[in-house]
């Protein structure tokens, strides 16, 4: 296209004003940011000491945990759903006959690579059952990789340590 071409249309560039013109405004709000956060609530803490807190832990994603059901069994039935949605690819699971004959089949192996994990909850949500849910703690350490695996019974121990404080989704809903 040709610079003189009538199908162009130019804009002309507003009139600034003495404010818009000067750096007045930008350094009045730059301060004021500083102060509010100077004079604000503090954020720091003082890590293990003291324990961070969770504003709504119901929607944390933290530490991962297989839920029992009324019988105290694991409430998994081994559909691969929670695997099959994980882009990570943490979770593996080897499915086994059921000894209940309430579902075909249970998780006789259910391991999640916490490290590999990348806590999107796409587990969670994918599980039908609601058997694996993401809890609020969230001071995961471990001295090597093989104690940042959770087998079954490590999650398990999980729902143990939380159903108290977090009940599951299914008794909250």
Same mark, same amino acid.
């Given at each position: 296209m040709h610079p003189q071409d009538d199908r162009i249309r130019w804009i002309k560039s507003p009139k600034l004003g003495v404010a818009g013109r000067s750096y007045l405004p930008?350094?009045?709000q730059g301060l004021t940011t500083?102060?509010?956060h100077l004079l604000g609530r503090k954020l720091t803490v003082e890590s293990p000491e003291e324990r961070h807190e969770i504003p709504d832990p119901l929607i944390y994603r933290g530490v991962h945990r297989l839920n029992?059901?009324?019988?105290?069994?694991?409430?998994?039935v081994a559909c691969f759903l929670c695997a099959t949605a994980c882009p990570a690819h943490c979770i593996d699971i080897v499915a086994a006959e059921s000894p209940w004959p309430d579902r075909e089949k249970y998780p006789q192996s259910f391991t999640i690579d916490e490290l590999r994990c990348i806590f999107c909850g796409m587990c969670e949500e994918a599980c039908p059952v609601d058997a694996i849910e993401l809890t609020s703690l969230y001071d995961l350490s471990g001295k090597s990789r093989e104690e940042m695996i959770? #087998?079954? @019974?490590?999650l398990? *121990?999980?729902?143990?340590?939380t159903k #108290?404080? @977090?009940p599951m989704? *299914?008794?909250r809903a």
């Open positions: 930008l350094f009045v500083t102060l509010r029992r059901d009324a019988q105290g069994r694991i409430k998994c959770f #087998d079954k @019974e490590k398990l *121990s999980v729902y143990d340590q #108290d404080a @977090e989704r *299914s008794a």
